[in-house]
């Protein structure tokens, strides 16, 4: 079966730059997309099709993909930006694969 | 403006069996694939389901596949997932999640509903 692999933690201060990488077998042939939960909500798209993103999401939000590695980059990072990451891919064979999760610490 | 709204959820015996309902509204549903994910109690978001918008095309995670079924009712704009066979590992917060339908071979689920929780225990 496919799997997407993330840090567990990643800290930042305030207004600097935040990377979470998201590893998987040749991804950079998927299409990766990224989600922002925070406690007690629904997760929320933040970038799709590796370097999309969706209306609402501010600029300071931006990805990529190459390789075996996905990466979401959030530049000026601010307290808000705090919360839990997902990856996520298609795989033919496994569906709609979760990397384990990466929470976001701005300090 | 775009709600999904599960129903469903409860308490289950191990070995039991519950439905789970998602009805959407504010966008044309019989145009979008639709998604099943859950989320264990602590932990992260595990893909369970997605079918297509003309329910030709369904997958299932290999953790689920012969006990859960997914489905659609375009008519009423809703999804369904039936779950049989319940284990306590089934014991998560079941959302259920619009695929945008960025390109094909791709997922990217942009509209999620506020989850339903379904605790498996005897």
């Known amino acids: 079966s496919y799997e997407l692999t993330q840090p567990p933690s990643v800290s930042v201060s305030p207004g600097q730059t935040a990377s979470i990488a998201c590893s998987g077998d040749?991804?950079?042939?998927?299409?990766a997309s990224w989600y922002q939960q925070k406690p007690g909500q629904s997760p929320v798209l933040v970038m799709y099709?590796?370097?999309t993103r969706p209306s609402g999401i501010p600029e300071r939000f931006s990805g990529s993909n190459s390789g075996n590695t996905a990466t979401l980059t959030i530049s000026g990072t601010q307290a808000m930006d705090e919360g839990d990451y997902y990856c996520?891919?298609?795989?033919?064979?496994?569906?709609?694969?979760f990397g384990g999760g990466t929470k976001l610490t701005v300090l | 403006e775009v709600q999904l709204v599960e129903s469903g959820g409860g308490l289950v015996k191990p070995g039991g069996s519950l439905r789970l309902s998602c009805a959407a509204s504010?966008?044309?549903?019989?145009?979008?694939?639709m998604n099943w994910v859950r989320q264990a109690p602590g932990k992260g978001l595990e893909w369970v389901s997605g079918?297509?918008?003309?329910?030709?095309?369904?997958y299932y995670a290999d953790s689920v596949r012969g006990r859960f079924t997914i489905s659609r009712d375009n008519a009423k704009n809703s999804l369904y997932l039936q779950m049989n066979s319940l284990a306590v590992e089934d014991t998560a917060v079941y959302y259920c999640?619009?695929?945008?339908?960025?390109?094909?071979?791709?997922?990217?689920?942009?509209?999620w509903g506020q989850g339903t929780l379904v605790p498996v225990s005897s």
């Open positions: 504010g966008f044309t549903f019989s145009t979008y694939s």
């Open positions: 999640a619009r695929d945008l339908g960025a390109a094909l071979g791709t997922i990217s689920l942009d509209y």
């Open positions: 996520q891919a298609w795989d033919i064979n496994s569906g709609g694969v």
């Open positions: 079918i297509s918008s003309s329910s030709k095309h369904i």
């Open positions: 099709q590796d370097r």
């Open positions: 040749k991804l950079g042939d998927k299409s």
